[in-house]
């Protein structure tokens, strides 16, 4: 069946602008992440959705960022007034959720940020 | 923060070795994973390790877990060029909020043909 897909694939923007970054959870995954990856600070956790539990936001770097899942699918993580700073890969990942043992996560091919 | 650590940074073989790349991390987990990623975009996840298993193998692929050292090896036999890629680990801790991962830094395996 269809993976995890993520849009845009590369997204370009000037320092101060705000971004919208989509993700497309494997059907049926209740649980869904964000996590970010650069070269200085390898990948880490941005915030966790499952099911209509409030999510776990601890890992967004600042109040720039912010998420949000409609309807139990689909994702929109949303950074404002963009820094230099925030370009990286922004990577979604779902899972079955539920159990620790359904723990495999599948991941989208990321959006490439870049701020300039 | 970045829990595991995976060592060697950098890996490079000639096709058909054997690759091996560790990893530690420092709390109780629940279980371990490993990922692959291919050009710094999206990974795929290669096996699950739970905390009372000690060994599990999926085709070429042969992990070990070893609570006590807190370190975790993947092996993967035969190498061939496909397989070049950077290799994670990424565990789950116990606890509550055992659904997030935390990756370490990655190893890059080049495999020469």
């Known amino acids: 069946g269809a993976g995890v897909s993520q849009s845009p694939s590369n997204k370009v923007t000037e320092k101060g602008k705000d971004v919208e970054l989509r993700c497309d959870p494997i059907s049926g995954h209740t649980a869904l992440y964000w996590y970010r990856q650069s070269l200085g600070q390898g990948l880490e956790f941005l915030i966790y959705?499952?099911?209509?539990?409030?999510?776990?936001k601890s890992g967004l770097p600042s109040d720039r960022f912010s998420a949000e899942r409609t309807g139990g699918s689909v994702s929109t993580l949303t950074i404002q007034r963009t820094q230099q700073e925030d370009s990286a890969v922004y990577l979604c990942a779902s899972s079955l959720g539920g159990r620790a043992g359904r723990a495999e996560q599948y991941f989208g091919p990321g959006t490439r940020l870049t701020v300039t | 923060s970045q829990q595991g650590e995976e060592d060697p940074q950098a890996l490079s073989i000639q096709e058909g070795e054997n690759a091996t790349m560790n990893c530690s991390y420092k709390t109780s987990i629940n279980n371990l994973q490993w990922y692959r990623q291919n050009s710094g975009r999206g990974l795929v996840h290669l096996i699950l390790?739970?905390?009372?298993?000690r060994e599990k193998h999926s085709g070429r692929l042969r992990v070990t877990l070893d609570t006590s050292k807190k370190s975790s090896s993947l092996l993967i036999t035969a190498s061939r060029a496909a397989d070049t890629a950077s290799y994670f680990c990424?565990?789950?801790?116990?606890?509550?909020?055992?659904?997030?991962?935390?990756f370490g830094k990655g190893t890059l395996l080049t495999v020469n043909p």
């Open positions: 959705f499952q099911g209509n539990s409030a999510p776990d």
């Open positions: 390790i739970r905390s009372n298993e």
């Open positions: 990424a565990t789950s801790n116990s606890g509550g909020s055992n659904y997030k991962l935390t």
